[in-house]
């Protein structure tokens, strides 16, 4: 079965510095993989998906993400966090195979610290 | 904005219960995708529709169930409320393998 993991609830920074989301996955064939960020008491927003092609990604509010097969990872980069990034960060996947759906991580708090 | 709007947003009741979500896809977009948000367990995939029809399940529960009707709008039941229902719950629908999220229907049954 298709599966992301984010190994960290939480993950602190302080602002200016860089900051790492992890993820990595678990799926049969070519991974689609993506990243969604959710605010307090708002729905999931997308930022960025791999498909194909470079393994480095760039997305919305200047996020990357860096697919890496041999350890099949796709964590999510920002070369200086902001405060207001502070939020609840989700990688996915989505299961192409048969069913159509999109499995999420659990999610990872990222809090930047002024 | 995504443009997917999901009603109530907020919605109290009590077990045994039965209450009805609702959610509008944006404009032309055919797939509907539902989930819940618990503290606990994240994000849980429940069920998919395209166009009307039931595209894959997840773990959703026998006493709830979906459907997606002509114009596209979709339903989500919940019946036979218990406590461990209260949650938050997503409707998405999807255009070039992006996924738009509604503000989300909070459910509390007490």
């Known amino acids: 079965a298709q599966s992301v993991a984010q190994p960290e609830d939480q993950v602190n920074v302080a602002e200016g510095n860089p900051l790492t989301v992890k993820c990595t996955y678990s799926?049969?064939?070519?991974?689609?993989l993506f990243w969604y960020v959710q605010y307090p008491n708002r729905g999931l927003q997308f930022l960025l998906k791999y498909i194909t092609g470079d393994n480095l990604v760039k997305g919305s509010y200047g996020f990357e993400a860096e697919f890496n097969k041999s350890q099949t990872s796709f964590h999510l980069k920002k070369p200086s966090a902001l405060v207001s990034d502070s939020a609840l960060y989700f990688c996915?996947?989505?299961?192409?195979?048969?069913?159509?759906?999109?499995?999420f991580g659990t999610g990872t708090r990222l809090k930047v610290l002024a | 904005d995504s443009g997917v709007t999901q009603t109530p947003k907020h919605l109290i009741t009590a077990t045994g219960q039965r209450v009805t979500l609702r959610c509008s896809p944006r404009?032309?977009?055919?797939?509907v995708y539902w989930y819940q948000q618990s503290l606990d367990q994240g994000l849980q995939f429940l069920i998919h529709?395209?166009?009307?029809?039931?595209?894959a399940k997840g773990n959703i529960l026998e006493r709830f169930s979906a459907q997606q009707f002509p114009d596209l709008h979709s339903e989500l039941n919940l019946s036979s409320l218990e406590l461990g229902d209260s949650a938050l719950y997503f409707c998405a629908s999807e255009y070039t393998g992006e996924l738009f999220f509604g503000e989300g229907s909070r459910l509390t049954v007490l």
């Open positions: 996915a996947v989505r299961d192409i195979r048969g069913a159509y759906k999109y499995i």
């Open positions: 529709y395209y166009n009307g029809e039931e595209r």
């Open positions: 404009s032309g977009d055919l797939s």
């Open positions: 799926v049969s064939g070519n991974p689609y």
